[in-house]
């Protein structure tokens, strides 16, 4: 009789257990990382064998739980996981690429102002002399140094916060695995099956599914549930092992980036896979191209006008000196500086210092040579090398360190400080035929070497007898002798006779004077529009800078659209396996509360006949 | 940053929102660009589209560029004409007046009064010869353009000071928008038809008739010759002036054309955007609906 009791009560236990776990499911349906419980159940044997006087023992002894599983899919898991590490890879390169376009793109394009360049070059050719004019063209000229710088700037403050974000993914990373590790010794201690070990197994699996947002990894899983992790799969280094986590840090590696796990001097480079640190470096290897070709760009446009432009000759008749500067300073407040002072740097015509370091000691400022060959002291503004340093705003604290370095490229380039007449809008070198030639030929002029001792001009080309040339200078000296079509050399230039000179017929060459207003170079430097190098002209070289950022970030979305299907089909698989289904808890509810309500019939039954006995034998 | 997905149970719903959001952020896509009429307002959305957009706008600003340098040259050929025209006045009335000359019944009074006006007439000459365009620059002076290009010496003479060729519409690509050179409109110092005044001012002071009047014949030949001169100068400068008009309908014609790709380029075919739009937000309504009646209670509701 009193098995019956002791039955029904292994019942009530075990079905009220069972409820508890289908409660739990339905309170944790909507926690995060929660994964469906399952009670086992099964039959409960007397321990010590049968009782020695039960000759015919029917039935069982009740019921016990056994265990509380978790119904998880580790396949599934591992699906999502991988796939979270593509769409997070895919978002972190769509986001830094997308900001990478917008430095090159809209306020900062560079196709405005290099069209409105060339557009200012051809008002010129139209009218070299007027002032007006000319001082456009140089406004349009520092319109387009400065846009390259700030596109510079900008692509260099991307890549800094760039930086930035990969060290905070990697601080998180060095969290989630000591965490990790953490969770590893507490599941090496809890009994497996019981329900601590389903709450940290649950945790581990959040930890896990936090660490594949940052970095793809391979996870093994031993028989207490510790896992281990290695990066970026089984052949890369450990990351958690057991209950040890080693330190990841992440390093600029040629033009992405690589992860180092290990202590310092021990550590081994992990690739990575996936997660926002692949993002991360794929999106660095776009930056650091994208700002190479703006620098070459930038070089090209310094080096194309400047060499043009040097070859021409200014409104005072002088030769043109270069248009753009290559050099500019660029001032970098140390991070520890605890003063607010902002600091600007002014670079001389053609100095072409060293990186220089400023420094304040509490009363004095001192700029000096990073090599401490040479430096200055006293109050603002300082001037060495060429570099003025002057402060701009804000005050400066004991101790302040402000590092000045020469922009170069596309960071460096700036207009020259020029006078509307130093534009060289004249050609150096003009032909001009006689009035009273007979024949139709004509001269064409370029620059060549200058003689030494110096030839006295004027310099003419006279049509001999029998169809020859001479090139004789100012006191008859023959320079040059020739036939039309050949390059006669004379002072600084070389002249051309094409067509049909008649006997006696005459050509001067004249170096342009001041004041003169011919147009030559600044047609010269229009013809720089159409000049195509190895990435196609000024307007393709710039189109294609962007066209290199715009065509991956269209790619990356449809490939992020794609991931992102690909990731919430495994995601709904993984929940149809692991989720909590509120209609079949509450059936299961149903089914346990009829045994629990059984059971406890069972256990009146009992008492009810234990009462019959007992008041039958009263 | 998108939170992990992880196993839960409500996890059909964050997937359903993201789709839902999906079509919410194309359907914003969408009234940007009915908003600001444009296909794409970045790059990533249509690159080879942007390219060629920033291909036409290039050709554009360079159309535009070089239709102003047409202006330019074409405002300072109208100049020339003016001026060339001026001149021509001039040498016809010297010819009248070098043809009363010869006439053997004038007096030497008579003489001198249009020797006074050949003077006039050279001063007028010398005015158009040095003509201006809007900016003060010589006209006729070639590239030596800041000063006048004809001037007067001690001893009367006149001569060309200028140098090779000013600036016409090169930057248009056009080598024959510049005004003619002086020496093509008024010769050279010796025959030129600054001589040939000089010469009828001599003629006229010669009181020898036997010497005068070969003397003006020979002015008269040399001034058909410069008007004959001044003619195909004139020729020249509408043969200029009808190329830099014929270049500047091409370029007006281009510009259009232009403009018109980078319409089709970048332009939004409002119907078909509409029509999307109106499809999107029909589905974004049909996901939401859908949604609250899949998720709506669970059997709990349903246990009394």
């Given at each position: ?5 002791a ?10 257990r069972?409820?508890e776990?289908v ?11 929660h ?7 099964s039959?409960?044997i007397?321990?010590?064998g049968?009782?020695?006087?039960e ?11 056994t265990?509380i599983?978790?119904a ?6 591992d ?22 376009q917008s ?5 900062n ?9 060339f557009?200012?070059l ?9 002032p007006a004019?000319?001082?456009?063209f ?5 319109m387009?140094a400065d846009?390259f ?6 692509l260099?403050r991307?890549e800094?916060?760039?930086?930035l974000?990969?060290?905070t993914?990697v601080?998180t990373?060095?969290g989630?695995?000591q965490g990790l ?5 507490q599941?090496?201690?809890a ?6 070990s389903v709450?940290?197994a ?14 793809s990894?391979e996870?093994r ?13 089984a ?11 080693s ?17 310092k001097?021990?550590?081994e ?13 794929s999106?660095?290897t ?36 270069d ?7 660029v001032?970098?407040?140390a991070?520890?500086n605890g003063?607010?002072?902002r ?5 001389a015509d ?9 420094g ?21 503004p ?5 570099v003025?340093?002057?402060?701009s705003?804000?005050s ?14 596309a960071?460096?380039?700036?207009l020259?400080?020029l ?5 060289a809008?004249a050609?150096r070198?003009l ?5 009273a ?13 200058a ?51 008649a ?6 060459i ?22 195509g ?7 393709e070289?710039q ?9 991956p ?9 794609i991931?992102?299907?690909n990731?919430?089909?495994?995601a709904?698989?993984?929940?149809q ?8 808890e ?9 045994a ?9 039954t ?5 009462d019959?006995?007992v008041?039958a034998?009263? | ?8 149970s409500?996890?059909?719903i964050?997937?359903?929102a993201?789709r839902?959001n999906r ?19 970045e790059?990533?959305?249509?690159p080879?589209?942007?390219?060629r957009a920033a291909?036409?706008s290039?050709?554009?600003?360079r ?5 102003r ?14 001026a ?8 016809l ?5 070098t ?8 007096s030497a ?18 005015d ?15 590239s030596?353009?800041?000063t006048?290009p ?8 006149v ?13 248009a690509?056009i ?7 002086g ?24 009181p020898?008739?036997e010497?005068?009047t070969p003397?003006?014949?020979?002015v008269?030949?040399?001034l058909e ?9 004139q020729?020249?400068?509408g ?5 830099l008009?014929t ?21 939004l ?20 609906g ?8 669970s059997l709990?509701d349903?246990l009394?």
């Open positions: 009789m009193s098995d019956i009791l039955i029904a009560n292994s019942g009530v236990r075990a079905y009220a069972a409820l776990v409660a739990d499911n339905v309170a944790n349906a909507g926690t995060p990382g994964v469906r419980r399952t009670s086992t159940l039959p409960a007397v321990e010590g049968q009782p020695p006087l000759l015919d023992p029917v039935g069982g002894n009740g019921v016990r739980l265990g599983k978790r998880i899919d580790l396949l599934k898991v699906t999502v996981r991988r796939a979270e590490g593509q769409v997070n890879a895919l978002d972190s390169l769509d986001r830094w690429l997308g900001s990478v430095a090159l793109t809209g306020a394009a560079l196709d405005k102002p290099i069209a409105e360049l557009g200012s051809s008002d010129l050719a139209n009218d070299p002399t007027n004019v000319r001082q456009t140089l406004a349009k000229t520092e387009l846009r710088n700030r596109t510079a700037a900008d260099e991307v800094g916060d760039m930086m974000e990969a060290d993914e601080r990373l060095n989630l695995s590790a953490a969770v590893n010794a599941l090496r201690r009994t497996v099956g019981s329900s601590a709450v940290l649950d945790e581990r699996d959040r930890i896990l599914a936090r660490l594949s947002t940052i970095v990894f996870v899983i031993d028989g207490r549930g510790q896992a281990s992790v290695r990066i970026p799969d052949g890369g280094p450990l990351l958690v092992d057991g209950q040890t986590a330190s990841a840090r992440v390093v600029p590696s040629g033009a992405g980036l690589t992860l180092r796990i290990g202590p001097g021990a550590d480079a992990a690739t990575l896979a996936g997660g926002t640190l692949a993002g991360l470096s999106a660095r776009f930056i650091t191209q994208a700002r190479t070709q703006l620098d070459s760009l930038a070089d090209r446009v310094t080096d194309d006008m400047n060499r043009v432009h040097r070859d021409g000759v200014d409104l005072n008749g002088l030769d043109g000196g248009l753009f500067s290559t050099l500019k300073p001032v970098t407040p991070r520890a003063g607010t002072a600091i600007g740097a002014e670079l053609g100095a072409s210092p060293g990186p220089l370091t400023l304040f000691d509490g009363t004095d400022w001192t700029l000096a040579r990073d090599d401490a060959s040479a430096s200055v002291t006293g109050p603002l300082l001037v060495l090398d060429g003025t340093v002057d402060v705003g804000g400066a604290d004991n101790g302040d360190l402000f590092r000045v370095k020469v922009g170069t490229g960071a460096g380039i700036g020259r400080p006078a509307p007449a130093d534009v809008v050609a070198w032909a001009d035929a006689a009035p030639n007979l024949g139709d030929a004509t001269a064409g002029v370029r620059l060549g070497v003689s030494v001792p110096p030839a006295i001009a004027p310099f003419t080309v006279s049509a001999l007898p029998g169809g020859g040339l001479q090139l004789s200078d100012g006191v008859g000296t023959i320079l040059a002798t020739g036939a039309p079509g050949d390059w006669l050399a004379g002072d600084g230039f070389t002249v051309r006779i094409e067509g049909t000179p006997e006696g017929d005459s050509f001067a004249a170096r342009t004077g001041s004041f003169d207003g011919g147009n030559g170079n600044a047609i010269a430097l229009l013809a720089l529009r159409d000049t190098g190895a990435a196609g002209t000024l307007g070289a189109d294609l800078i962007v066209t290199r950022i715009s065509v970030l269209a790619e990356t979305r449809t490939r992020g659209d991931a992102r299907g990731r919430d089909t495994a709904e698989a993984l929940t396996a692991s989720g909590v289904d509120l209609n079949t509450a059936t299961e509810m149903l089914r346990l509360q009829q629990f309500q059984a059971n406890s019939r069972i256990i009146q009992a008492r009810e006949i234990f019959a006995i008041s034998t009263a | 940053m998108p939170s992990p997905v992880m196993v839960n409500r996890s059909p964050p997937v359903q993201e839902m079509i919410e952020d194309r359907i914003a896509r969408i009234d940007k660009q009915i908003a600001s009429g444009e296909k794409f307002t790059p990533a959305e249509d080879s589209g942007a390219n291909m036409l290039r050709l554009d600003s159309l535009l560029a070089d239709q340098s047409l202006e330019r040259a074409t405002s300072r050929l109208s100049l020339s004409e003016t060339i025209e001026s001149a021509n006045d001039a040498l009335r010297a010819r009248e007046l043809l009363t000359a010869a006439n053997g019944t004038i009074d008579d003489r001198k009064v249009i020797a006074r006006e050949v003077q006039v007439l050279r001063a007028q000459l010398l158009s010869a040095n003509a201006r365009d809007e900016s003060g620059r010589y006209l006729f002076g070639g030596r353009n800041a006048p004809y001037v007067a010496d001690a001893a009367g003479a001569q060309w000071r200028g140098f090779s060729q000013g600036p016409g519409a090169e930057a690509g080598g024959t928008g510049a005004p003619p050179r020496p093509e409109l008024f010769g050279d110092a010796l025959t030129g038809t600054f001589a040939q005044l000089r010469a009828l001012e001599e003629a006229l002071a010669e020898d008739a010497l005068r003397a003006l014949a020979a008269l030949e040399g010759t410069g008007y004959n001169r001044l003619v195909l100068g020729a020249k400068v043969a200029g002036l009808a190329r008009e270049e500047g309908n091409r370029i007006a014609d281009a510009r259009l054309d232009t403009a018109e790709a980078l319409a089709a380029v970048t332009g075919d409002l119907t078909a955007a509409i029509a999307e739009l109106e499809a999107l937000k029909l589905s974004l309504s049909a996901a939401q859908s949604f609250t009646r899949v998720y709506d209670g709990f349903r009394g």
